[in-house]
C-alpha cells in the first residue's frame, strides 16, 4: 500500500508563485497539500485553495511556528511522511518523489535537499546566504561529527521518527534543530543533490538585512545549543 504523505508549505504573501507550487506537486504521489497562511496582505490563501490545499492561518510570526501549525493538522489527520516545501517556487516540487523514494524503498528517517552543488542557479542564493549557511552546517558537523552539507528547507521525513524530534522551535532554528536532533539520535539520513532556482519575490529572511543576522545569530545558537551531547547508538 502506498504510504500517506503530507506536505506544509509556509507561505506569507505567495500570490505569485504558490500556484506554480501547488501545480508543481507530484499527483501520483496523492499528497494531503497544507499551505499555512501565515499573515498574508495578498490573495495566497485564496489562490492556495483554488488549487486544492488545505489552508490554514497562522497570525503569530515565526517560521518554526508557521511550520508547527501544519504539523497540528497532520496529528489529526495522519500520515506516514512529512514534506516541508516553501511557497516561493525556488524549489521544484516536481521533483519531491526523490525525497519520498528513499524513505519508501530504502528505510531512511530523513531525507535532505542539498543546493549547494553545481546544479544551483547562481542567482538564486546571494554570496551571504551561501558563505553564512556554509559556516552553519560546519559549525554543526564539527561539534556534533554529523557530514551535512546544506540546511535545505525541502526535505521529507518519516513521521514517526519526526515525533520523535520533538521540535520546538519557533522561528530561525528549525531547520538546524531537525537536522542536529536527527543526528543525535541516530536516524538514518540521506542527502540528494536538488536543483534549485531564484526565488518568486523577495525573501522575508534573506532578502533584507536584519533578517540575514538575525536568522544567522539563531541558527548558530541553535547549532551549539543542541550538538554538544553525544550520539545516540
Sequence with gaps: MSPKIGVIIPARDEE?????????????????????????????????????????????????RVMLTGLEYFARHPVDIVVFLDGDYSDYPAEMGRLVQPIVEEGYDLVLSTRLNPLLDKESLGPHVIYGNKLVVFLMNLLSGSRYTDLGPFRAIRYDALRKLDMRDLNYGWTVEMQAKAWRLGLKVMEVPMRYRKRIGQSKISGTIKGTVLAGSKMIYMVFRRCLWPRRR
Design 16 to 64: 505569485d508563485s504558490i500556484a506554480h507550487v501547488l501545480r508543481d506537486i507530484p499527483a501520483d504521489l496523492s499528497p494531503c497539500v497544507v499551505v499555512v497562511n501565515n499573515r498574508s496582505t495578498d490573495r495566497t490563501a485564496e489562490i492556495a485553495r483554488a488549487h486544492g490545499a488545505v489552508v490554514i492561518n497562522e497570525q503569530r510570526p515565526g517560521y518554526g
